[in-house]
């Protein structure tokens, strides 16, 4: 997922999306530590995406805590 396309997604999809990809990434280092994992560059690509769905929604977050004080 490219960040154009987190920044169209509202806020509470943001929150759900990094919750299902916490989740897969659990599931992917079950599965590489069980040896049923077979495409290794998902771990990385998961990592990648909850990374970027975290810098979006702190972005979003900072942004309103600034509207806020002015």
């Known amino acids: 997922m490219k960040s154009t396309e987190i920044r169209e997604l509202a ?3 943001i929150r759900t999306r990094i ?10 280092r079950f599965q590489m530590a069980v040896g ?4 290794y560059t998902r771990v990385r690509y998961t990592r990648r995406t909850i990374a970027r769905l975290l ?13 806020g004080e002015a």
Do not use: F, K, V
């Open 11 to 13: 806020t509470e999809e």
């Open 19 to 28: 919750e299902d990809s916490r989740q897969e990434l659990m599931n992917l």
């Open 36 to 39: 049923s994992l077979t495409d």
């Open 55 to 67: 810098t979006i929604l702190n972005q979003r977050e900072m942004a309103e805590s600034q509207e």
